[in-house]
């Protein structure tokens, strides 16, 4: 008997399609898997008024291979690329205090809290300082606590540019063409999928604390020290309890507030609350707890804080737009109108786009 070919089969089983699209593309690996749940997660809580064009299986798939790309780029191993993304994954939040901060009082750009670090240190000098930036620190990640908060900021904004600049185009379609509008939201698709990487980080209590790679310094408790606890959260807990989008659907909380105006506070108390979690985290690994129910909850909770707050930002992205007026007159001054091409445009958009 013939074996029907891959473009029959994705031919006559819709269903083959949609398990294709929606799958991520190593579904294995956990890193990967958590970071597609608060995806998905986050893409059901869209909030009705944003475009439609948003909720395609095309648009829901790609935001979904999308979000663990920040992690990607760390296999390359590049000093340059390093230096760049590495410190923009977490925040030590106590290792604020010894310059002085909180996560409450961090400074609002992400230079002037480099520029803060740098004046601190050279106002207390370390032993440690000879070392930093140097050798295995190339990428610089014990020359700051992080810069997680900044991130997720910064991409806020650049997914605000995109549609501002998708709303620009959309208000003069009479004057730009459909590939131009159709590589605006792709913009927006691609930023969105970014920040999903990094709010998620957001959620991982271990991504929030100088205990990452197990607890360090004082440790009356007796919580655990061992290295390879990160990679446990990060990778074995979800597997260990199978945790799954499906399983998660009915308990998925609706977008957070994130505002255009506050979402710097917003951002800090949505970190703080996941720095909150670290030692009940390290109590359920001690207790044993983090293998039974009680620990799969925990790492259900956090996966579903994730996407309600990554929904929460991107709202608060597209809330964020507005029409560029610099870029309108750019466009009337090289674009002549076309007649007809904005009703032409409008109706190919809604046909085609990001299907
Ligand atoms: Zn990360």
Redesign the pocket.
């Known amino acids: 008997m013939p074996i029907p070919s891959a473009h029959l089969l994705l031919r006559f089983c819709p269903m083959l399609i949609l398990l294709l699209i929606a799958w991520p593309d190593t579904a294995s690996a956990w890193d990967e898997e958590g970071h597609a749940i608060v995806t998905l997660l986050a893409h059901d809580k869209i909030p009705s008024d944003m475009p439609d064009w948003l909720r395609t299986p095309k648009v829901r798939s790609r935001l979904v291979y999308l979000s663990s790309e ?2 990607r780029w760390r296999g390359q191993h590049n000093a340059h690329l390093d230096h760049a993304n590495k410190p923009d ?1 977490y925040l030590d939040v106590e290792g604020l205090t010894q310059f002085g901060l909180t996560l409450q009082t961090m400074p609002l750009l992400r230079r002037q809290f480099t520029d803060h670090i740098a004046e601190h240190r050279a106002g207390h000098p370390t032993a440690e300082d000879k070392t930093l930036g140097q050798g295995r620190d190339r990428d610089y990640v014990k020359h700051v606590p992080g810069l997680l908060p900044y991130e997720i900021a910064e991409i806020q904004w650049t997914i605000a540019a995109s549609w501002t600049q998708l709303k620009t185009y959309e208000a003069h379609a009479d004057r730009v063409s459909p590939a131009m509008i159709e590589n605006a939201k792709e913009n927006i698709v691609y930023h969105m999928g970014i920040l999903s ?2 709010v998620g ?1 957001g959620s991982q209590p271990l ?1 929030l604390t100088h205990h990452h790679n197990g607890w360090t310094g004082e440790n009356p408790n007796g919580y655990t020290t061992d290295s390879s606890f990160h990679a446990f959260i990060d990778d074995g807990v979800v597997s260990l309890h199978r945790i799954s989008y499906d399983d998660l659907i009915d308990r998925s909380k609706a977008a957070r507030k994130v505002s255009t105006d506050d979402y710097w506070k917003e951002i800090a108390a949505y970190l703080q609350e996941t720095n909150n979690l670290v030692e009940p985290l390290y109590q359920l690994e001690k207790s044993g707890e983090l293998r039974r129910e009680k620990g799969k909850r925990f790492i259900e909770d956090r996966l579903i804080d994730g996407g309600a707050m990554l929904a929460g930002v991107w709202e608060a992205a597209f809330r964020g737009a507005h029409l560029d007026e610099f870029r309108v007159r750019r466009l009337k001054e090289r674009y002549p109108r076309t007649p007809g091409r904005k009703r032409m445009a409008a109706k190919e958009n809604a046909a085609t786009s990001m299907e």
């Open positions: 920040p992690d994954h990487h990094f980080d991504h």
